[in-house]
């Protein structure tokens, strides 16, 4: 456990049959600890420093550059981006970028690694952005 970086781990077993990957738990990085897979099939153990919120085992880096942007009718539009699952992004807007960004919500990535803003537009906001903490 001290080989990973950070004071916790997230555990997985990734099945390579699969692709799928499953939670087992966040560990202490000190001293030994002991993992059994659930059956006698090929498994993977992942751990992840924690602080580092990976995402699941198989699943790919979310590219910052992919970003969906589709028109719903009126002043509403949709913004659409990749995530790990369960991770939750804000949407704020502003009307220049000089002036304080303003919240207009929260949505959680799915299970697709996706997730998806419908905006009513404000007329006076000409700029957003998705942020993750």
Not at 31 to 41: I, R
């Given at each position: 456990m001290t080989k990973v970086s950070g004071s916790t781990a997230n555990a997985w077993w990734y099945n390579?049959?699969?692709?799928?990957?499953?939670?087992?738990g966040t560990?202490?990085?000190?001293?030994?600890?002991?993992?059994?897979?659930?059956?006698?099939?090929?498994?993977?153990?992942?751990?992840?420093?924690?602080s580092q919120n990976h995402g699941p085992p198989g699943i790919n880096e979310p590219s910052p550059n992919q970003l969906g942007f589709q028109a719903l009718g009126g002043n509403s539009f949709q913004l659409s981006s990749a995530g790990f699952p369960g991770q939750v992004y804000t949407l704020e807007s502003t009307t220049n970028l000089a002036v304080p960004w303003q919240v207009m919500g929260t949505a959680t990535v799915d299970i697709s690694g996706t997730f998806i803003f419908d905006v009513a537009a404000a007329s006076s906001a000409g700029f957003y952005r998705s942020s993750h903490p």
């Open positions: 390579p049959r699969t692709g799928a990957a499953t939670a087992i560990y202490s990085t000190v001293g030994t600890q002991t993992f059994t897979p659930t059956d006698t099939n090929d498994w993977v153990l992942v751990l992840d420093d924690a």
